[in-house]
């Protein structure tokens, strides 16, 4: 019924457990005598709550009930959960479960971070790109001012609970943005397993739920490996952030019509246009947009999009002298690579030419 698929240690004396599940029974079994403080997804709870329920059982102290939009990823609704805890007396030996894709993930732990200094922290991700990327590594985020998670904390959850089923009722295009993320870990590690699961989305059903079974495992797995060797991203973990230097970007210049998984992939793909431009085998770009096209995610620019330098400029890796992008130069060979303002203009306009 269920199975730990990885437990992950980190330096801090911590540690995370990934079980795969096939639904939300066990989810609060480790916080017996606990109370549990849920911050969930609307959307989710309109669809889920008796079986998230039944999981939390006579736990539950109180819980904030959020839509899940970019635009109330921010510090109002950060204060808003606060409050709440406030009010229902959350104290630190308690849990804080939050239930949903990747915005009430990035909040919730967020609010878990900080409150009391640091709640004890459970994640059960429902979209496909939380199941794949954002349950692990111990991110926690915010956007200040319309840009991208400038405020954040590192705090890893001790359980991140996998069930493939709930990815059922996640609508298509939401399905298919968790795609980018798996294929950004195919080109950074280079395995055959992932390159095969990146090589096409089957149609809903069955066939379809083993396959977010297989990726979330092999995601999770790759990922694990690089953020227990680099926690707090001073090194290797600046590879995860293939596709995410102009995907922050392009989220935030179209006002966030274009939604993360597709801004990812628009960045990868933008990547690999860059990296063909300074010496990478132009089969590798071409093998990357057939992956995209199987994968049903977009591989030109909605429109024209402005102000994109803007965005870049304000990235948590830009450099007074330049900004350090992650360009992949063929499966399992990404290289961090400082580009001055100059020749990321020209690189970039070439890039986004290709995708317009
Ligand atoms: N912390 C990390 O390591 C990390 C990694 C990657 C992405 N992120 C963050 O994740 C966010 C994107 O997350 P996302 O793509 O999961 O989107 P999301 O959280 O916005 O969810 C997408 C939509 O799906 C709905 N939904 C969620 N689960 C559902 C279900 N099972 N059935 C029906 N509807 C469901 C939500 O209501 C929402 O409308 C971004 O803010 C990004 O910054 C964080």
């Known amino acids: 019924m269920e199975r730990e698929i990885l437990r992950l240690g980190w330096s801090v004396g911590r540690e995370t457990r990934v079980v795969a599940a096939r639904d939300f029974r066990g989810f609060c079994r480790d916080c017996s005598g606990r109370r549990v ?71 919730g732990a967020f609010a878990a971070s900080t409150w009391a200094r640091g709640t004890r922290l459970v994640l059960a991700p429902t979209t496909l790109l939380a199941q794949v990327d954002a349950c692990l590594g111990g991110k926690t985020a915010i ?80 990922k694990a490996r690089i953020v227990e060797a680099d926690p707090e991203e001073h090194a290797g973990r600046i590879l995860l952030n293939l596709g995410h230097t102009l995907g922050h970007a392009l989220e935030s210049a179209t006002g966030f019509g274009l939604n993360h998984g597709e801004a990812v992939a628009l960045g990868i793909l933008a990547s690999a246009a860059m990296a063909r431009r300074l ?55 990404c290289r961090p690579t400082l580009l001055p303002r100059d020749l990321e203009g020209e690189l970039l306009a070439g890039a986004l030419e290709e995708l317009a």
């Open 143 to 222: 956007n200040v001012a319309g840009a991208r998670n400038q405020a954040g904390t590192f705090y890893p959850a001790e359980l991140a609970w996998i069930c493939a089923e709930i990815l059922t009722t996640l609508p298509e295009r939401e399905y298919r943005c968790g795609c980018g993320e798996i294929l950004k870990a195919a080109i950074l590690s280079g395995e055959p397993e992932l390159r095969e699961i990146a090589g096409g989305l089957p149609l809903p059903g069955r066939e379809r739920t083993e396959w977010s079974r297989r990726a979330a495992a092999a995601c999770l797995s790759f």
């Open 37 to 107: 403080f849920l911050v969930a997804d609307a959307r989710v709870m309109s669809l889920h709550s008796q079986a998230i329920f039944r999981g939390v059982g006579d736990r539950l102290l109180g819980a904030f009930v959020m839509e899940s939009s970019e635009r109330l990823k921010t510090p109002r609704t950060l204060h808003a959960i606060w409050s709440e805890m406030h009010r229902v007396g959350l104290a630190r030996n308690d849990v804080v479960l939050a239930v949903g894709g990747g915005i009430v993930l990035d909040v």
């Open 279 to 333: 010496g990478a085998p132009a089969d590798f770009c071409e093998e990357v947009l057939s992956c995209l096209c199987g994968l049903g995610l977009p591989v030109r620019l909605p429109r024209r999009v402005t102000g994109i330098g803007r965005f870049l400029r304000r990235d948590k890796k830009a450099l007074p002298e330049g900004t350090r992008w992650i360009l992949p130069f063929g499966w399992g060979d």
